[in-house]
């Protein structure tokens, strides 16, 4: 079965999980669990080579963080794998705080940010720094963080972020242009 084929049985099984009816989220698992695995091992890709978190841990501990949730009103599809990307961040900066408190100051997970996000290709940024620049940018400006969120930590297209964030494509380019800008000066200093 392609994603063609589960797309609008996801979004009706999550339309159902917004009206209340939680049975269906045991049956929404294995539409959702690949393009979940695809997007942990995107993210575990960034982290450091000797990371000990796997990538179908960290896909179970965002599913049980979403399934955990009392009331969502999920838009569609998208917007789940948006709130799941987020869901992940979340857990690999908390590993990532948890980590350096166990080692008390000890280097921090380095990620590599990817040439669309940085300038320099070879540059590493921890995933803690990252966060907290993440954090500033949301209080100027939540939509440029939000974008940044969709295109780097989902991989999702800017068509699929305009569209998730109700803008144009043209919108979405320019807002992921400036969010690099920013994001590579802070990063840097």
Do not use: C
């Amino acid at each position: 079965m392609n994603q063609r084929d589960v797309g609008p049985n996801i979004t009706e099984q999550l339309q159902n999980w917004s009206d209340g009816k939680t049975e269906v989220i045991d049956e929404l698992l294995p539409l959702v669990y690949s393009e979940l695995h695809r997007l942990a091992s995107a993210y575990l890709r960034r982290e450091r080579a000797n990371h000990t978190l796997q990538t179908t841990a960290l896909v179970h501990e965002a599913y049980l963080k979403l399934a955990g949730q009392e009331r969502v009103e999920w838009k569609n599809r998208g917007h789940f794998f948006a709130i799941a990307a987020q869901a992940m961040r979340r857990i690999l900066v908390d590993y990532a705080k948890n980590r350096n408190r166990q080692k008390r100051g000890g280097t921090e997970a380095m990620i590599p940010l990817d040439e669309a996000l940085i300038v320099a290709a070879e540059t590493n940024v921890d995933i803690i720094a990252l966060d907290d620049a993440l954090r500033r940018l949301a209080e100027s400006d939540p939509q440029q963080e939000r974008l940044v969120e969709l295109r780097y930590f989902a991989g999702m297209s800017l068509e699929d972020t305009a569209s998730i964030l109700g803008i144009s494509r043209a919108t979405a380019a320019r807002e992921w242009a400036m969010a690099k800008a920013w994001l590579h000066r802070e990063l840097t200093q």
